[in-house]
């Protein structure tokens, strides 16, 4: 039992505040790194010769890199990642109105099921016609047949 035990109190408090701020610090550079990189690319103002030296400057001189772009293109930045953001939602908005754009179906099926109560009422159809014609609308009635067919015009 000579070899020396190290205990938690051996490593002062502040050693431990201190080496969580330079870890977390080191996450928020490489996240920042990665930030830059990106918005790098998404700049189509820049072009390709100037996306290179800035990528350059960045990966060669990694902290100079990265505060010189942030003071330069900082603003633009961020402006790039709003209309980013801005087209996401619109794209969300859109696929979530055309999903939703299903329930029309439903609709349409109402608006046929009352333009074919209109013409019984009428006496366009018959009252046969207009039940076949309504199971076929609400899908009951499967393949239409031939003799199922409704008249869209009154014959008579």
Same mark, same amino acid.
């Given at each position: 039992?000579?070899?020396?035990?190290?205990?938690? $109190? %051996? $490593?002062?408090?502040? !050693?431990?505040?201190?080496? *969580?701020?330079?870890?977390?610090?080191?996450?928020?550079?490489?996240? +920042? +790194?990665?930030?830059?990189?990106?918005?790098?690319?998404? %700049? %189509?103002? +820049?072009?390709?010769?100037?996306?290179?030296?800035?990528?350059?400057?960045?990966?060669?001189?990694?902290?100079?890199?990265?505060?010189? $772009?942030?003071?330069?293109? @900082?603003? !633009? *930045?961020?402006?790039?990642?709003?209309?980013?953001?801005?087209?996401?939602?619109?794209?969300?908005? #859109?696929?979530?109105?055309?999903?939703?754009? !299903?329930?029309?179906?439903?609709?349409?099926?109402? &608006?046929?099921?009352?333009? +074919?109560?209109? *013409?019984?009422?009428? @006496?366009?159809?018959?009252?046969?016609?207009?039940?076949? =014609?309504?199971?076929?609308?609400? !899908?009951?009635?499967?393949? =239409?047949?031939? #003799? &199922?067919?409704?008249?869209?015009? #009154?014959?008579?």
């Amino acid at each position: 039992m000579s070899a020396q035990t190290y205990l938690a $109190y %051996d $490593y002062p408090l502040l !050693g431990v505040f201190w080496t *969580m701020l330079e870890f977390f610090l080191w996450i928020i550079w490489f996240v +920042l +790194l990665f930030k830059v990189i990106v918005d790098i690319f998404r %700049d %189509d103002t +820049l072009g390709g010769w100037a996306k290179a030296a800035w990528t350059l400057f960045v990966v060669v001189l990694p902290f100079l890199g990265i505060l010189v $772009y942030l003071i330069a293109r @900082g603003r !633009g *930045m961020g402006q790039r990642e709003l209309a980013d953001a801005r087209a996401q939602r619109e794209a969300f908005d #859109s696929y979530v109105r055309q999903a939703a754009g !299903g329930g029309a179906a439903a609709t349409g099926s109402a &608006d046929e099921l009352e333009r +074919l109560a209109g *013409m019984r009422s009428r @006496g366009d159809i018959t009252e046969d016609e207009f039940r076949r =014609a309504k199971d076929q609308v609400l !899908g009951g009635a499967g393949e =239409a047949r031939p #003799s &199922d067919s409704v008249p869209t015009t #009154s014959g008579r």
